[in-house]
C-alpha cells in the first residue's frame, strides 16, 4: 500500500447524520474530534438542517481538516447514514448520533480490543450509557440493560450463540459498535430510508447481528445515548405509535428473508412486540379500531407456542394475544413472569443503582395498570 492509499484509508470512518441539531452538536463533535485515535475521518451528513446546524459544522471543518461536510437535501436518519456510507473510505464505520458524545479512548479501546484475535472480525460492540433525563436537574447516567449479560462460551461468536441474545432484545444501540466496512459492503447492509428519524436502527440491528460470521463484545460502556424525557416517549407513543409497529415487521421481514430459525432470537423478537405494544397501550385502547387492526397484524406473524411459553410476557398481554387472535387461552403458571420480575429487578439494583431502580419499578407497575387495568 502507497503513503497515499493509507492516507485515504483511515482506520475509521465516522458518520455523524445531522438534521436540526444545533444545541449539542459542539459536545458531539469534540467527543470525537478528542478521539485518542487520530486516524479517523469524520463525515458530517447535513441533512437538510435549517437551524445553526451547518455554520456550526463550518466552524468545526476549519479546525479539524478530518471533517469532510456532505449536504443534502432532507431524507431522514436512514437516508443520511446510507450517504455517509457511500462517502466513506475507512476500515471501519462508525455512527455517531449528534445528540450524543463518546469518551476519548473509544475508538482505541475498541480496536486494540478487536487486534487481540487472530482472525477478521466484522463487528466489535460495547454497551453504553443511558442519559436518563438529560439536560434537566435530574439528569443521571446509569448503565445500558445488557451490561454484564453478554456472556459468549468464548469470543468472537455469532448471534446464534448461547449467552449472548440480550444484544437483541434491547434498544437498538447501532451506535455503540464498530462495522467493518467490508463486511457491510459484502452483505450489503443498507439503511432502509424511513422520513424522519423512523427508528432505521431497528432493521439494521437485525440485519448486521444476525449475517455477521464474527462479532466480539467489550463490556465498556464509552458511547453516552441522550434518552428520550419520559415525556416525550409519551408524545411519541400517543401520536407515532405506527412507526413502532412497522419497524418491528421490518425486522421480522430481515429474519425471514434470512431464514432465521434461532429460538432465542425468535422469542427475543416475541418480547420486543410486546415491549413495542406495551408502550402504545400506556396511550391508547387496544379496542381503537386502528389500534386493534396493528396488533392483529403484529400477532399474526407471532408464534402462539413462543407467546404463551415466554418468561417475560406478562399474564395479561398473552390474554390480549389469545383474545385480539380469537384462540383459547392455555391454562398460564403466573409465578415463572413473577420470578422474572424479581430477577430483573435485582439486575438493575446491581446495574443501576437503587433510585433508577425504584423509579423503573414505580414505572412498570403505572405502565402495567394503564395497558392492563390491574
Known amino acids: 500500500m502507497t503513503s497515499t492509499d493509507r ?31 487520530h486516524d479517523i475521518e469524520i463525515i458530517c451528513v447535513n441533512d437538510g438542517s435549517t437551524d445553526n446546524s451547518p455554520a456550526i459544522l463550518k466552524q468545526h471543518a476549519a479546525a479539524d481538516p ?7 437535501p432532507n431524507g431522514g436518519y436512514g437516508s443520511a447514514c446510507n450517504r455517509g456510507l457511500d462517502e466513506a473510505h475507512g476500515t471501519w464505520i462508525a455512527i455517531l ?8 479512548t473509544m475508538f482505541e479501546d475498541m480496536l486494540a480490543f478487536e487486534a487481540s484475535f487472530d482472525c477478521d472480525v466484522d463487528i466489535v460492540k460495547t454497551p453504553y450509557w443511558r442519559v436518563v433525563n438529560p439536560d434537566t436537574p435530574r439528569q443521571r447516567r446509569v448503565n445500558a440493560s445488557y451490561r454484564g449479560r453478554i456472556k459468549p462460551a468464548s469470543q468472537p461468536f455469532q448471534l446464534t450463540d ?3 441474545t440480550h ?16 463486511f457491510l ?10 422520513p424522519g428519524a423512523g427508528w432505521a436502527d431497528n432493521p439494521f440491528l437485525a440485519d448486521t447481528l444476525c449475517q455477521a460470521e464474527s462479532i466480539v463484545y467489550l463490556d465498556t460502556p464509552y458511547y453516552h445515548y441522550r434518552e428520550e424525557t419520559p415525556e416525550k416517549a409519551e408524545a411519541f407513543h400517543r401520536d407515532g405509535w405506527r412507526i413502532a409497529v412497522d419497524r418491528w415487521h421490518d425486522m421480522m421481514d430481515v429474519y425471514e428473508r434470512l431464514g432465521v430459525t434461532d429460538e432465542n432470537i425468535r422469542r427475543a423478537h416475541t418480547r420486543r412486540a410486546f415491549t413495542y405494544i406495551g408502550g402504545i397501550l400506556e396511550q391508547h385502547s387496544a379496542d381503537e379500531p386502528d389500534i386493534h387492526e396493528a396488533l392483529r ?3 399474526a406473524r407471532l408464534d402462539d407456542g413462543l407467546v404463551f411459553s415466554e418468561t417475560h ?24 413472569y413473577k420470578k422474572h420480575v424479581v430477577t430483573e429487578g435485582l439486575y438493575n439494583l446491581v446495574n443501576t443503582g437503587p433510585g433508577m431502580t425504584i423509579d423503573t419499578f414505580k414505572g412498570f407497575i403505572a405502565a402495567r395498570t394503564k395497558r392492563e387495568g390491574r
Open 297 to 299: 397484524g403484529m400477532f
Open 167 to 182: 444484544l437483541i432484545i434491547h434498544h437498538p444501540s447501532i451506535w455503540s459498535a464498530l462495522y467493518r466496512r467490508s
Open 162 to 164: 448461547p449467552g449472548v
Open 185 to 194: 459492503e459484502r452483505t450489503g447492509i443498507r439503511f432502509h430510508e424511513i
Open 97 to 104: 448520533e449528534p445528540d450524543d458524545w463518546i469518551d476519548r
Open 313 to 336: 410476557v406478562s399474564t395479561g398481554s398473552k390474554e390480549l394475544y389469545a383474545q385480539v387472535k380469537g384462540i383459547p387461552l392455555p391454562e398460564i403458571e403466573s409465578m415463572p
Open 66 to 72: 478530518r471533517i469532510r461536510i456532505v449536504d443534502k
Open 7 to 37: 492516507a485515504s484509508t483511515p482506520l475509521v470512518s465516522v458518520i455523524v447524520p445531522i438534521y436540526n441539531a444545533a444545541p449539542y452538536l459542539d459536545q458531539a463533535l469534540i467527543s470525537v474530534e478528542s478521539q485518542t485515535l
